[in-house]
């Protein structure tokens, strides 16, 4: 079985043949994709490749990659009480990827309780494997290397994963802060937003793990700059963690983002992005052109408890996923150390159209009493736009205004797949027949299509 397992993902991890000329990008760090011995090995030896499919790779490239930090699914570990209005313990998909011995125990044992996260925890586990290298980067640097000659090791680091109740970072802290602020019973699957804030608070209240402030947004990439100015009022060296959950896409990632992507994991602050394909987390920790690296935590192993089993936090085994695979939903980790590196990173993202830095929070609208809402939205049938040129450099969407109307245009989703997309900041107005004294109106930095649907004006409008 275990043969069979091996030989049906070769393929996935060995990647495509038109990719292999481009350098490997780890967090980073550039490498040749072969080392000076590789003209030696046979090429044409399937078997030789099979078993030792990294023989012919940069050997300094293997040391990073084995280096970093990757958690993934772990059987009999403390038990987590279920909860009455969350799922059962007990799955078809548990029993045939757990030993069903131990699917047997679990149940005699602990009926209402899960030992084991197989099925449900692999967006903890990935969310785990971006913060475990989060916090290597911030206590070791990113020259840390486990064959390191001055023998430091990560196992502090790791020990705060460790499966219990006790440690920081556990899948049962995770579970408990998912359930607390996000409604997500134990058992349930995590999605970015449930993780970023689940990170956020366990780091709160773990100063000693060397990441000072944790800043997240839940929805879009935006940072906003006088958050993080109050940070470096306090302490100009402190190191901060940006997790912003994204959405680029329906059903995949729009290729307008590919490039925006792997510029991000070719930066030297990137922790890396927890995605992966749909309903199946992976973290991608790098890429080789366009075919993302990453390490899959779907693999079950005993529970991390006693410090004999840290070594399986690390690995060689990396699987590569062409971009246009990947799930539109991800969670992007950036890592700053200090004043300076904000403003160098800041300037390395002025251009990008996932990360956007913003002033300051717009929560409210200056002057709004000069906006003429009226005009907009009137309460009659007749409607006309005006001063709007959908060929300006601008874009409105009036679509919040026109909902209301039967014959407004309700373009389908799946035509915007592959429309280009821009950052805009537009007014959201919940309702047309709301003056202005009364409108709920909240500004909101989106993703607007480059290329807009026409509006229906009152020509074309029913009467």
């Known amino acids: 079985?275990?043969?069979?397992?091996?030989?049906?993902?070769?393929?996935?991890?060995?990647?495509?043949?038109?990719?292999?000329?481009?350098?490997?990008?780890?967090?980073?760090?550039?490498?040749?994709?072969?080392?000076?011995?590789?003209?030696?090995?046979?090429?044409?030896?399937?078997?030789?490749?099979?078993?030792?499919?990294?023989?012919?790779?940069?050997?300094?490239?293997?040391?990073?990659?084995?280096?970093?930090?990757?958690?993934?699914?772990?059987?009999?570990?403390?038990?987590?009480?279920?909860?009455?209005?969350?799922?059962?313990?007990?799955?078809?998909?548990?029993i045939f990827r757990d030993n069903p011995i131990n699917t047997l125990?679990?149940?005699?044992?602990?009926?209402?309780?899960?030992?084991?996260?197989?099925?449900?925890?692999?967006?903890?586990?990935?969310?785990?494997?971006?913060?475990?290298?989060?916090?290597?980067?911030?206590?070791?640097?990113?020259?840390?290397?486990?064959?390191?000659?001055?023998?430091?090791k990560d196992d502090e680091i790791?020990?705060?994963?460790?499966?219990?109740?006790?440690?920081?970072?556990?899948?049962?802290?995770?579970?408990?802060?998912?359930?607390?602020?996000?409604?997500?019973?134990?058992?349930?699957w995590f999605g970015p937003a449930a993780t970023s804030i689940s990170i956020q608070s366990l780091i709160e209240e773990f100063p000693e793990c060397g990441i000072d402030k944790c800043l997240v947004s839940v929805s879009s990439g935006d940072i906003f700059e006088d958050d993080v100015r109050e940070i470096?009022?306090?302490?100009?060296?402190?190191?901060?963690?940006?997790?912003?959950?994204?959405?680029?896409?329906?059903?995949?990632?729009?290729?307008?983002?590919w490039e925006d992507i792997l510029n991000?994991?070719?930066?030297?602050?990137?922790?890396?992005i927890a995605g992966g394909r749909p309903s199946s987390s992976l973290y991608f920790f790098g890429h080789q052109g366009n075919e993302l690296l990453y390490f899959d935590p779907h693999r079950p192993q005993p529970s991390l408890v006693d410090p004999s089993v840290y070594e399986t936090c690390h690995t060689t085994n990396f699987g590569k996923l062409d971009i246009k695979d990947m799930d539109p939903s991800m969670l992007i980790g950036i890592l700053i150390s200090g004043e300076q590196e904000w403003e160098t990173w800041k300037s390395l993202v002025n251009t990008s159209q996932i990360i956007n830095i913003s002033e300051k929070r717009l929560d409210e609208i200056s002057n709004f009493g000069d906006f003429d809402v009226d005009s907009m939205a009137s309460s009659s049938n007749s409607f006309e736009v005006k001063?709007?040129?959908?060929?300006?450099?601008?874009?409105?969407?009036?679509g919040s205004i026109l909902y209301g109307h039967e014959?407004?245009?309700?373009?389908?989703?799946s035509e915007y797949q592959n429309v280009q997309c821009k950052k805009q900041k537009i007014i959201v107005l919940e309702s047309r027949t709301m003056n202005s004294c009364d409108l709920d109106v909240e500004i909101e930095p989106v993703l607007v299509e480059q290329d807009t649907v026409g509006i229906e004006t009152?020509?074309?409008?029913a009467p």
């Not at 397992?5 to 072969?34: C, F, I, M, W």
């Not at 001063?387 to 009036?398: A, H």
């Not at 009152?458 to 409008?461: K, L, T, Y």
Request: aromatic share 12%.
């Open 458 to 461: 009152s020509e074309n409008m």
């Open 387 to 398: 001063s709007v040129n959908p060929l300006d450099s601008d874009y409105v969407d009036l």
């Open 407 to 413: 014959t407004y245009p309700r373009t389908s989703l």
């Open 105 to 152: 125990e679990n149940v005699i044992n602990n009926p209402d309780c899960f030992n084991t996260d197989i099925g449900w925890g692999c967006m903890i586990r990935t969310g785990q494997s971006l913060l475990g290298n989060a916090l290597q980067l911030a206590k070791l640097g990113r020259h840390f290397r486990l064959d390191n000659k001055m023998g430091i």
């Open 264 to 272: 991000i994991l070719d930066s030297k602050f990137s922790v890396g």
């Open 1 to 94: 079985m275990e043969l069979i397992q091996k030989l049906s993902s070769h393929k996935n991890e060995t990647g495509s043949a038109d990719q292999e000329e481009y350098p490997y990008v780890v967090l980073g760090r550039h490498y040749p994709p072969q080392s000076d011995s590789a003209n030696n090995i046979d090429d044409n030896s399937f078997f030789k490749t099979f078993f030792n499919r990294n023989s012919n790779l940069n050997q300094d490239f293997l040391s990073d990659v084995n280096s970093r930090l990757a958690f993934t699914y772990r059987t009999k570990f403390q038990p987590i009480l279920r909860s009455s209005e969350g799922p059962s313990p007990l799955n078809f998909r548990m």
């Open 232 to 257: 470096f009022e306090e302490n100009m060296d402190s190191k901060i963690l940006f997790l912003m959950g994204v959405k680029l896409g329906l059903d995949a990632v729009n290729s307008f983002y």
């Open 158 to 188: 790791i020990s705060w994963f460790r499966d219990t109740t006790q440690e920081p970072f556990s899948i049962h802290k995770f579970v408990e802060k998912g359930n607390k602020l996000a409604n997500k019973k134990p058992g349930e």
